[in-house]
């Protein structure tokens, strides 16, 4: 079976390497990358060679234009589609992987619905209110015939929406599977790879636009950074932003707070899933809006102080914290996050996106499909009426 998984950006490539190489290690499976967005943008990081250091050639690379306003984004769609669907005419894959509600993922997705090709999908059926991934998430998913989500409630979300039970499986959150069994970096590795001591407490941050907050996320992020400063005495690791629209905005906004606080902040733009799950049992708290803080960040024991509305929707682990957008809220938010007590709360929560079995159950249902079957799709009632 040919199979090409479509990645745009470090994070979705950090989820699916385990179960790239896992398939690709099969007799008979053959297992191609299609790189697009972030990937080739030397800005976010360059992050081609982390998929090259898992042990891929890249066998596809579909660059797309910049700019960061929603029209600028829905050009680059449109480029991402013309491309993708000449490099998936190309390879000819029985199957296409994609994972989550990236712009650039409905693009490659459309692409491969128009060329016959079936689609795994992983983390539909989820719920992020503050932001339109949510609305790409459920186009994608009703474009794909193969589905693996991240907790039984997102199961019965799609069967809601006529996807076939028995191509709804409900295998956990891979970023969390991935936590539980990756071999860490050692802390002299991650120090030496960020110039940094690990000996200092330490808090890590990331601050995405919410992209149906009419706010300027500018602001937002300011607020962030001023409830941080309120915290001077932790070292301070913040990462970039996702290429989203008014991203460069926050950029800015962090590289100048870096720049006025040399001493104690630094500013990564991909620490990579090795580095990044490493370096969680070091830090005391992880900051933001991203998912991670919502999916992956409660299996390492540690708070997470979640920002606004980009997350919306989603199940949440003991150990998170949800507060406003004001200084003052995240301020407050951060000092119990801090405190003894919900540090204690945290190291003792239970992730609703753990399951012991995700990797297997991913890579069963896969080599198990019939690829042909897939291509036609029938809407599953759920109501006595039809």
Not at 93 to 111: K, Q, T
Not at 210 to 222: K, Q
Not at 234 to 243: A, F, G, K, S
Not at 337 to 355: G, H, Q, T, V
Request: charged share 20%; aromatic share 6%; with cysteine.
């Amino acid at each position: 079976m040919r199979i090409t998984v479509a990645t745009g950006t470090r994070a979705d490539w950090g989820l699916l390497s385990p179960l790239a190489r896992a398939l690709d290690k099969l007799p008979g499976f053959d297992v191609s990358i299609l790189a697009t967005n972030m990937h080739l943008l030397q800005q976010f990081g360059n992050t081609l060679s982390e998929i090259e250091a898992d042990g891929f050639d890249i066998a596809a690379r579909v660059p797309m234009p910049g700019g960061d306003t929603p029209a600028d984004r829905a050009v680059a769609m449109g480029v991402c589609l013309e491309g993708s669907a000449r490099e998936l005419a190309r390879l000819q894959p029985d199957l296409l992987l994609i994972l989550g509600d990236r712009y650039e993922m409905l693009a490659i997705a459309s692409a491969a619905t128009m060329l016959g090709i079936p689609i795994a999908h992983l983390h539909g059926g989820e719920l992020t209110y503050g932001a339109i991934d949510d609305n790409i998430r459920h186009a994608i998913s009703k474009l794909s015939a193969l589905h693996f989500t991240s907790t039984e409630k997102a199961r019965q979300r799609l069967i809601a929406m006529g996807e076939q039970p028995s191509r709804v499986i409900n295998t956990g959150a891979i970023g969390v599977w991935n936590f539980c069994n990756f071999k860490p970096m050692p802390k002299a590795e991650i120090e030496a790879s960020l110039n940094i001591s690990l000996d200092r407490p330490t808090l890590l941050a990331t601050f995405h636009p919410a992209t149906l907050d009419p706010a300027d996320p500018t602001i937002r992020c300011r607020a962030m950074l001023e409830a941080l400063d309120s915290f001077a005495d932790r070292q301070l690791i913040i990462t970039y932003p996702n290429n989203d629209s008014r991203s460069q905005g926050i950029i800015n906004e962090i590289e100048a707070y870096t720049a006025a606080n040399p001493q104690r902040v630094l500013t990564v733009r991909s620490l990579g899933l090795r580095r990044y799950q490493s370096i969680l049992p070091y830090v005391e708290a992880v900051i933001g809006n991203s998912s991670s803080g919502i999916l992956e960040v409660p299996s390492a024991g540690i708070p997470t102080v979640n920002i606004g509305m980009r997350q919306d929707g989603r199940d949440r682990a003991p150990s998170v914290i949800d507060c406003g957008d004001s200084a003052d809220d995240i301020r407050r938010a951060i000092a119990r996050a801090l405190s003894p007590e919900f540090r204690d709360i945290a190291a003792k929560a239970c992730n609703p996106y753990y399951r012991p079995d995700t990797l297997t159950l991913m890579v069963n249902a896969i080599t198990s499909c019939d690829p042909e079957a897939l291509k036609t799709k029938k809407f599953h009632h759920i109501c006595t009426d039809r």
